[in-house]
């Protein structure tokens, strides 16, 4: 807090024994701040101030006070003084009657913090806003009550089916130990049978592995998911043989443009164009048969010259071209991982001014409120769904 603000003495705080009597200050310049809030609505409901002449003979004055006590989850309980007019006609908007005080200017902080703001940026808006001061550790709190939510969608029932699921990692460099590391939060979007996105949940580990993998699938599975028919994921070493282990019915399809952009890390910058146009005639293709075809051309055109990248198509060909087993409809929505990256994309957004969270909660808080954002504007089916159910009908039955 800017004590030079309040011509406070720089030893202000030192008065503070305890974290109670803290506290205690916090509830008191809150308590101050909402009361001239409200003095201020009064004013505009009644059309003049605190003493004017122009309230005389008005039809309405001030009637003194009422005291209200509310709640706050990062200050407990305030007693508030609430401003009356005589003929009982001011509906206060910041503390509505039966609600909460704190409800607004804490739905602000959240809101702020969603979208990536500074607990700095976030005191500072307050404070232009409501005319309050809150403090990081009351920032901190309101924000914590946000981990109790987490909680409870992570451990939500999940659909016993989903057509479609999209897996990916997205990277944060995270506090641990006393060292800045790079931590991955794993994410799932699945397609349910409504034809609605939804992400199924996150789980953070220190790196992304197939292994860890296991976990997050063994997770989902405890929550209700009993099938999974099409698993897009990016080409992680083992992931399709994890998947296999805990859902051996589901077909696995790797990301068309994961695999392009690591076959040409190994293939240099005068040759990439055509290199690139020689692959599209072979996941550009009608059907497998015509791409088996396209694939021969393409390694006898460069097996010699990038044999590595070649080879990394020959290995994982079974996974690759998976969505050559289905109609054009579902084939635009597994042949990559468009749908989670672009979530990813999204995610990094709101939390870009984050650059290093200073522990796991702090990161998740942050992408759970992100994903909130994201999921309000997923109102629709995905495109063409009806056409695509039935095609899983007939290719999976009921």
Not at 49 to 76: A, I, P, Q, W, Y
Not at 304 to 330: C, H, R
Request: hydrophobic residues 35%; aromatic residues 12%.
């Amino acid at each position: 807090m800017d004590t030079d603000k309040f011509n406070l003495p720089k030893d202000f705080f030192k008065q503070f024994k305890t974290k109670e009597e803290f506290n205690d200050f916090l509830q008191s310049l809150f308590k101050e701040g909402v009361e001239a809030m409200l003095e201020a609505e009064l004013d505009e409901h009644l059309g003049y101030g605190k003493h004017s002449r122009e309230g005389f003979n008005s039809g309405n004055n001030r009637n003194g006070t009422s005291k209200k006590t509310v709640k706050s989850e990062s200050l407990g309980d305030l007693v508030l003084n609430i401003p009356r007019d005589r003929n009982s006609s001011f509906e206060p908007r910041l503390v509505p009657k039966h609600q909460r005080m704190s409800d607004k200017i804490e739905e602000t902080i959240i809101g702020l913090y969603a979208r990536g703001m500074t607990t700095s940026d976030i005191e500072e808006q307050v404070r232009d806003l409501y005319g309050v001061e809150v403090s990081a550790s009351t920032v901190s709190n309101v924000t914590n009550r946000i981990l109790e939510q987490v909680k409870a969608w992570q451990s939500r029932p999940l659909e016993s089916v989903y057509l479609v699921v999209w897996m990916d990692g997205i990277s944060f460099k995270v506090r641990h130990n006393g060292k800045i590391v790079n931590k991955t939060v794993y994410l799932i979007i699945g397609l349910d049978v409504q034809g609605y996105k939804q992400v199924l949940g996150m789980w953070i580990n220190e790196v992304e592995s197939a292994s860890f993998w296991l976990s997050v699938l063994t997770d989902i599975k405890a929550r209700g998911v009993r099938k999974i028919h099409v698993a897009c994921t990016d080409n992680l070493t083992g992931l399709s043989e994890t998947i296999s282990n805990e859902f051996p019915d589901t077909i696995s399809q790797l990301c068309i443009v994961h695999q392009i952009r690591n076959s040409c890390r190994y293939v240099v910058y005068k040759d990439k164009k055509a290199f690139v146009n020689d692959l599209k005639q072979v996941y550009g293709a009608p059907n497998l048969t015509a791409a088996e075809e396209a694939f021969k051309s393409f390694s006898n055109n460069w097996s010699a010259k990038y044999g590595y990248a070649v080879q990394s198509w020959q290995k994982n060909w079974t996974n690759l071209t998976a969505f050559f087993d289905f109609p054009m409809e579902i084939r635009r929505i597994i042949y990559t991982t468009n749908v989670i990256e672009s979530l990813n994309s999204t995610i990094r957004k709101y939390t870009k001014t984050k650059t290093v969270f200073p522990d796991d909660s702090a990161a998740l808080k942050a992408v759970f409120l992100a994903i909130n954002n994201i999921e309000k504007k997923w109102t629709m089916p995905v495109h063409n769904f009806g056409i695509i159910l039935n095609q899983f009908f007939t290719i999976f039955g009921e």
